[in-house]
């Protein structure tokens, strides 16, 4: 799923996701070609932090990002700090919709499920009084297609994250932030407490030199870079790999 990052600026009057539990749908409600940085300037003049969906889905089926997800969103009064928002460009009371850009929806939606277990997928309508997304929306078809899409029956605990995250599998900085969505505070203060030797499961270098042989920390160089980022004693741990290998 290909997503065009913004970089967008948002101000400080914003609160963190909570737990992600749904996946709000709505449109632009205007039939005018508009980009994601005018959304989020008008909702900045309206007091906003920034634009108030996670993702924009354009006409030609490109995806933008708008808020990151470990943001609560301002698009859904009462769902804003546990559901995604997916605004669609368009008036959907008017026009309809093209398979290009039903597609890029149907696979973002796909996308956002496998990553969160995803409760329930609605209109704003559904959830409040307006008429958005439109009577034209495909709302029941593109929810009868991601029906189909199995959550995940089981998910990564927030420790397997951590060391995940460390062996460098979720990258840096903002790249990290967006990937691990509403759990990145979570995730980040057990990597901290690892990498600080404060963690309660930090293993005995025994213990690493038998994972080490058993081929879970790779080959050097990656080895090396892997066991230091953990902040474990690479040559104690390469000792004892050797003399048992002997």
Not at 44 to 73: C, F, L, Q, T
Not at 156 to 169: D, F
Request: glycine content about 8%; hydrophobic content about 30%.
């Amino acid at each position: 799923m290909e997503i065009i990052e913004t970089n967008l600026q948002f101000n400080s009057n914003n609160s963190p996701m909570k737990k992600v539990e749904g996946i709000a749908l709505h449109h632009s409600g205007v039939s005018v070609l508009q980009s994601v940085e005018v959304i989020h300037n008008y909702h900045k003049s309206k007091g906003w932090a920034g634009i108030g969906y996670h993702y924009y889905a354009r006409k030609d089926g490109s995806v933008y990002r708008g808020r990151p997800e470990n943001m609560a969103g301002a698009h859904c009064p009462g769902v804003n700090s546990t559901s995604i928002g997916i605004c669609a460009e368009g008036n959907f009371s008017e026009e309809t919709m093209s398979d290009v850009q039903k597609q890029a929806i149907i696979e973002l939606v796909k996308d956002i499920k496998s990553r969160y277990d995803i409760k329930w997928i609605k209109g704003h309508r559904e959830i409040t009084s307006t008429s958005c997304p439109g009577d034209n929306f495909p709302l029941e078809e593109i929810k009868n297609v991601i029906a189909s899409v199995e959550t995940p029956q089981t998910t990564n605990s927030i420790e397997e994250l951590a060391q995940k995250v460390i062996a460098g599998e979720y990258g840096n900085g903002e790249e990290r932030k967006q990937k691990l969505g509403s759990l990145y505070n979570e995730v980040q203060n057990k990597v901290n407490e690892i990498l600080s030797g404060k963690s309660s499961t930090t293993k005995s270098n025994e213990e690493l030199a038998n994972e080490v042989i058993e081929g879970k920390w790779g080959n050097n160089p990656e080895r090396k870079q892997k066991l230091l980022e953990a902040g474990y004693n690479y040559d104690a741990i390469q000792k004892l790999v050797n003399q048992k290998l002997k």
